[in-house]
């Protein structure tokens, strides 16, 4: 049985600096460890998928990542696994247990499933992994062939975890908790420009160390059809991920101005995601969510946007400065002027989106090498 500190003290010589993701009885004694670590940082994700957003975008951002989780959360996490970190070939280190282990003691029900087929299902999504180590001295063999491997190829490894892996530790002390400030919402303001129009004023606006994550479909299309730059991250895939990728940058390079562009569709898709950075409390992020009010690239179909008042869940979620703009001329002055703390503006948009818009024609592992590279971090 493994002492906790054991493979964090190992972990951390092996350049792991953010841990992130969702418990798991298997993994009480263990994230204990990490949250009473004051060398290491852990921030909590309220699902498994946002976790490997956030630890995915920490490593853009030159942070080596681990991401914990239960494997019968796992499913939450099979759209960035596949479709971000395997799409831009960015590794982060996975730590999944094994509930319901077939050959182990037994378990509750729910877990009988996903216990006969978590490590079949890892090797579906092409995941490298092997069992989490139980004594000491085979952690550092462990580590290094995970690190190997994540360096040759680009792509996550996970360590699968029985029960009883791990040791008793002592127990951490509470996370702080940041209740939302009540706050004046701000008011509803008719569409008056349309998405080129706000991604004009992005690029017009950002400053020459700024960082851009745009989200999936037209909004990363038409940014990069505007402009194509290096310091522009266009997420293919990963669906709602783009706010924990953000996220993630945003903490490693505390330094630099992170800009995420999402759509409606996609924030409402893991709106989970904005606890997180409410959470976290990143000073230097800049959260824009361009609500056309429909799903523009699968269809044109209409988003839920319509129900919800996103300023007032970003409030509630915890983000420092909230508000709502409707003309583009105002971007440079919110931007320039906003104090610390994660800042949320919501931008109704008038729908349309120009005809043969056309994809980057770098390959998503480049841009995210090029992007990476800016900020001299090797992927």
């Known amino acids: 049985m493994l002492a906790p500190g054991a493979f964090l003290e190992r972990s951390r010589a092996a350049g792991f600096g953010l841990w992130t993701g969702v418990p798991c009885s298997y993994l009480t004694s263990f994230i204990d460890g990490v949250i009473a670590d004051a060398s290491t940082w852990y921030v909590p994700a309220a699902n498994e998928g946002d976790a490997v957003a956030i630890g995915a975008g920490a490593r853009l951002g030159g942070i080596p990542s681990v991401v914990m989780m239960q494997n019968s959360g796992l499913g939450n996490a099979v759209n960035p696994i596949s479709s971000l970190c395997e799409t831009l070939r960015v590794p982060v280190l996975l730590i999944v247990t094994l509930r319901g282990d077939p050959d182990g003691p037994a378990d509750e029900p729910q877990h009988a499933l996903m216990g006969r087929i978590t490590t079949s299902l890892l090797d579906l999504l092409g995941v490298r992994w092997a069992w989490f180590p139980s004594e000491e001295q085979d952690v550092a063999h462990c580590l290094e062939r995970a690190v190997a491997h994540m360096a040759a190829t680009g792509l996550p490894y996970a360590l699968v975890m029985k029960k009883g892996s791990v040791g008793a530790g002592?127990?951490?002390?509470?996370?702080?908790?940041?209740?939302?400030?009540?706050?004046?919402?701000?008011?509803?303001?008719?569409?008056?420009?349309?998405?080129?129009?706000?991604?004009?004023?992005?690029?017009?606006?950002?400053?020459?160390?700024?960082?851009?994550?745009?989200?999936?479909?037209?909004?990363?299309?038409?940014?990069?059809?505007?402009?194509?730059?290096?310091?522009?991250?266009?997420?293919?895939?990963?669906?709602?991920?783009?706010?924990?990728?953000?996220?993630?940058?945003?903490?490693?390079?505390?330094?630099?101005?992170?800009?995420?562009?999402?759509?409606?569709?996609?924030?409402?898709?893991?709106?989970?995601?904005?606890?997180?950075?409410?959470?976290?409390?990143?000073?230097?992020?800049?959260?824009?969510?361009?609500?056309?009010?429909?799903?523009?690239?699968?269809?044109?179909?209409?988003?839920?946007?319509?129900?919800?008042?996103?300023?007032?869940?970003?409030?509630?979620?915890?983000?420092?400065?909230?508000?709502?703009?409707?003309?583009?001329?105002?971007?440079?002055?919110?931007?320039?002027?906003?104090?610390?703390?994660?800042?949320?503006?919501?931008?109704?948009?008038?729908?349309?989106?120009?005809?043969?818009?056309?994809?980057?024609?770098?390959?998503?592992?480049?841009?995210?090498?090029?992007?990476?590279?800016?900020?001299?971090?090797s992927l």
């Open 170 to 377: 002592p127990p951490s002390p509470p996370l702080p908790q940041h209740r939302p400030v009540a706050r004046t919402l701000p008011p509803d303001e008719a569409p008056r420009a349309r998405r080129r129009d706000w991604l004009r004023a992005v690029q017009a606006s950002v400053r020459q160390d700024d960082l851009v994550v745009a989200s999936t479909g037209y909004l990363g299309r038409e940014l990069y059809a505007l402009e194509d730059r290096a310091s522009q991250l266009y997420l293919v895939g990963s669906m709602g991920c783009a706010s924990s990728v953000g996220l993630g940058i945003a903490l490693a390079q505390p330094k630099r101005r992170v800009i995420v562009l999402e759509g409606d569709g996609a924030g409402l898709m893991r709106l989970g995601a904005w606890s997180a950075i409410g959470y976290a409390r990143p000073a230097n992020l800049r959260h824009l969510l361009i609500d056309n009010g429909c799903h523009d690239s699968t269809g044109g179909q209409s988003s839920l946007s319509g129900t919800v008042d996103f300023c007032a869940l970003a409030a509630a979620s915890g983000y420092a400065s909230v508000g709502r703009r409707a003309e583009p001329s105002a971007l440079g002055e919110w931007l320039d002027t906003l104090q610390d703390g994660p800042a949320f503006l919501h931008v109704p948009i008038l729908p349309g989106t120009p005809a043969d818009l056309p994809r980057p024609k770098e390959a998503p592992p480049v841009v995210a090498r090029r992007f990476a590279a800016q900020l001299g971090v």
